[in-house]
DNA sequence: GTTAGCACTCGTTTATTAGGAGTGCTAATA
DNA sequence: TATTAGCACTCCTAATAAACGAGTGCTAAC
């Protein structure tokens, strides 16, 4: 069977209906509120035709129906078609924010919970070809040396190194200009023991330290890997009731104060090209477990060449995915506006 | 009335078992498992008083006993005079992870809240005399400087500048003279306007940077001054019936979402004296509104002279007052340990 | 002082009922 | 042939009632 006009109008009322109220929508509903004037026997009929071509359900006969994850599969399918040209500006506030990224990040998470009324996370941006724009120690005192690592995209990080040994002002100079003939400009990929060992042998003395240097660097890169992601509104699954009930509740809320199994769901698979843009996952349809009873959106952004971060929407099925679509898209264009400007 | 030997048995009987049950006790339960040998005629006489005397309280007539905050109050305070000793060895997993502060006070926070069931927060501690060990300008490229900042208790701070003029070296160089002969050693309340403008006065061409990197430095010492709480086990409130209906546990979860009214609650007043050591708040005595339905013990760590930090439990307030507090106590005991062995 | 006994209270559970929203089907209608 | 009015039927929900039972307070006897 075919989705008639006829249908096709019947099913979106349903959907957006089911979207407002959260209750099963019967066909008397259907029949009064739409433009199609049938009456609500005819509109009968035809929602049995839908059924069976499983787009919509009943909880129990006698009820309305409700979407299945099919029909909300096919309405967000025809969202994405049309330009919803929905406007929130968030820019004037977002430039004030750009110094600090993560700062930034965290406010949108906050931004886009409290306009929703659903959950939101962000990943930081996360570089996937790390090139070392400088490294620099200094010696705090007699045992301690300070590391200072600068990676492509200005992410600083620093690390205190216990050394054994007294150390010098000589051997910091020397590490120093060791360090960064060898290091700088290298993409963290090619640090290999090659060039660890180069430098060790032109360390000379100083190898033990350097190799405490380099264990550190290691570290402090291994850690830049890891993805973060910034929360926000977790407390507003509660409001919706179909979520609200303590089991399920508990495991989504878990899943988010917890954070590692956001990872599948926005950390993932960014560099591949077809997970940019704008994606919906219903029910089922998520990578996480917990999540089997919501609705997820994310969309990509790009700060700079190659660098990708995800921000995503996490509410019942029933979203507004219209909002959600139109908001991150427009949140999009505006971050682009904005990477685009500094740099 | 003063509270007769018997009266305290009864009292104890009933805490006891309505912190496991969390359902009303009747005079029947206590008659049959305590070793009293009374009947339950007589435990109602004695329950009676309890009640007038404002220990005990019924939910509804023809309901058993539940503590009132007065009862939890006196049971926890007859609590504190015992030597309890249950021990929980934690510091060997502890002593792995001493390298970082931060990741050692996360880690404790989850351990806590996995084995007690409970909500867990711990702050980081704060230093409320820091002094400058040094300040390090360098330059990334024609209009960046990277200024890290170290501070007493070796917190590191890096903040990028960025700077209209072009930089030489010299400038650079120069300023690191001038800002350390300035300002390392220094209290950071000790920087006022005075300070500011000698060193102006002394940078000469440079004072429109030095302009901004003293901004910086004061951005980042502001940053270093908000207090970070590190929590787990949120959902765990949902486990408890009494707390986990969604209004209550919205508010709840809210407030540990947002972290900042926690301030309140682990964060104030640290350096006054009679806020250290094991602390218990039971109902409106948390001066947290979303709490007034829980308790919250907290307990008051010192990782070296004079610098604290807290750590605080949040439970229902049939909560195992006698574990958490022995929890409490044990942490803090081989938390004293590491800190010790370390300087 | 303690306890057995008993009437009474009141929340909880279970059963019953009434109401109503919504359906599917059939037959009449345009 | 497509639409619609009508009606019997389903089944959820809310309301009401009844049965239950845990627990109490009080009294009177031990």
Redesign the interface.
């Known amino acids: 069977m075919e989705l008639s006009e006829r249908k096709i109008k019947i099913l979106q009322a349903i959907i957006r209906t089911y979207l407002e109220t959260g209750e099963p929508v019967g066909s008397r509903t259907i029949s009064k509120d739409s433009d199609l004037n049938l009456s609500s026997a005819t509109i009968r009929n035809e929602m049995a035709d839908l059924e069976e071509m499983g787009y919509i359900m009943q909880p129990h006969t006698s009820a309305g129906r409700i979407p299945s994850d099919k029909g909300y599969r096919w309405y967000v399918d025809s969202l994405m078609t049309d330009k919803t040209n929905e406007i929130i500006d968030i820019k004037q506030d977002l430039e004030d924010k750009a110094g600090k990224i993560d700062i930034l990040l965290q406010y949108i998470a906050k931004l886009l919970a409290k306009d929703t009324n659903y959950t939101s996370m962000v990943t930081k941006p996360r570089y996937t070809h790390k090139k070392i724009?400088?490294v620099?120690l200094?010696d705090?005192d007699e045992h301690?040396i300070?590391a200072?690592i600068?990676i492509e995209g200005?992410i600083?990080k620093?690390k205190?190194i216990n050394v054994v040994e007294n150390i010098d002002k000589e051997a910091i100079l020397k590490m120093n200009i060791i360090l960064n003939t060898f290091l700088q400009g290298l993409d963290i990929t090619e640090i290999n023991m090659q060039v660890i060992a180069n430098m060790k042998a032109q360390a000379g003395n100083y190898a033990t330290i350097l190799s405490d240097v380099l264990d550190a660097i290691a570290e402090v890169i291994a850690e830049a890997d890891n993805i973060e992601i910034y929360t926000?509104?977790?407390?507003n699954i509660?409001?919706y009731p179909e979520l609200?009930d303590?089991e399920k509740?508990?495991e989504i809320?878990?899943t988010f104060?917890e954070k590692k199994q956001l990872t599948q769901l926005i950390g993932d698979r960014i560099s591949e090209e077809e997970n940019r843009g704008i994606q919906v996952y219903i029910g089922d349809e998520t990578p996480v477990e917990s999540m089997k009873d919501c609705a997820v959106v994310t969309a990509t952004y790009e700060i700079e060449e190659g660098v990708y971060g995800k921000v995503g929407i996490v509410g019942p099925k029933r979203m507004d995915y219209e909002k959600v679509v139109a908001t991150l898209q427009n949140l999009m264009t505006q971050l682009d506006d904005i990477f685009k400007e500094k740099s």
């Open positions: 724009k400088f620099q200094t705090v301690q300070l200072v600068v200005n600083i620093n205190l926000s509104g977790a407390t509660l409001k609200s303590s509740a508990s809320l878990y104060e």
